[in-house]
């Protein structure tokens, strides 16, 4: 369903979702007027980047979305890890609103028969856009509820047509020191390599859960959250879903991603979210879902167990962590 001004509803059109969502809306919306969260009018406010076009239309007909209230906008747009930027998450948010997402372009290469460089809207608009609402998990230990709008990431792939050697995806952030004042040399706030690396095996990539995004509640991605396109791997902890990709590279070997090289026995290339296998310094075991209060038990996989467990099946996820 694309979105509908209220004028264009007609009853016939409101299931039973929509009424859920519509009162989900109304409740968070009160909530944080109450709470003084949020002034008059900032509440709808969805700034987009000057230079990012609007977002085409786009469906909500899938099966993933938790019944599990959203996290409110303003929390998803200011509670953001981008160490490209800073590593304080309000700070990183606001000096992400310089980035240039426009012209931009990402390569799509290696193991593949028709590598291909795609203009960043020619890729938004070729292939069906859908809203999926996931749990997103940090390492950190802090969860979120986001309605994505992107769309699989195995369309992309196939388009490409990989050869049998394909058996790993890496992703990498654009690198612009003069964009991105967290990459420079000299700038003590974070010990990652730059650009920011991420990987996938070929068959966690191809999963039908993982997915490019380019939206967010409807509006196109915000800077702080990634723009113009980032991944996002439901399953597993955050990290792993790199923001502002310029290439994603077929590859025979897995490859050499940002966090396990910075810190080898705190982080791995999985990255499966696992209440089990705890990090070093603290417990995964909860965690504390942003804007409620509380902690609540981690779900094996996130509570994706149902959809990806087959991925892994006879592989130790406490060796492979
Ligand atoms: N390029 C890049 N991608 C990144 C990060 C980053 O610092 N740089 N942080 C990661 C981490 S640790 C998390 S938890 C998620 C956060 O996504 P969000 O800020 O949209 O919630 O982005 C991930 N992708
Ligand atoms: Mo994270």
Redesign the pocket.
Known sequence: MTIKRPAEIRTCDITDRDFFENRRAFLYGGAALALGMLGPGVSQARPRSPTAPRLPPYTKTNSYDPVEALTPYAE??T???????SGN?RR??RLAKRLRTRPWTVSVEGEVRRPKTFDIDELIGRFPLEERIYR?????A?S?V?PWIGFPLARLIKSVEPTSRAKFVAFE??HDPKQMP?QNPRWLG?S?DW??A?GLRIDEAVHPLTILAVG?YGETIPN???API??VVPWK?????????VRVRLVEEQPVT??PSQATREYGFYANVNPDVNHPRWSQAHERRIGTPGKRPTLLFNGYHEQVADLYRGMDLRKNF
């Open positions: 998803i747009t509670h953001t890890n981008f160490y490209e930027f998450k990183a948010s997103l998990r940090c390492v950190e802090w979120m986001v952030t654009l967290g974070s990652l650009p920011y991420e967010l702080q959250n990634g980032r991944l902890y955050g990290f792993k879903s790199i923001k502002s990709i940002s966090w």
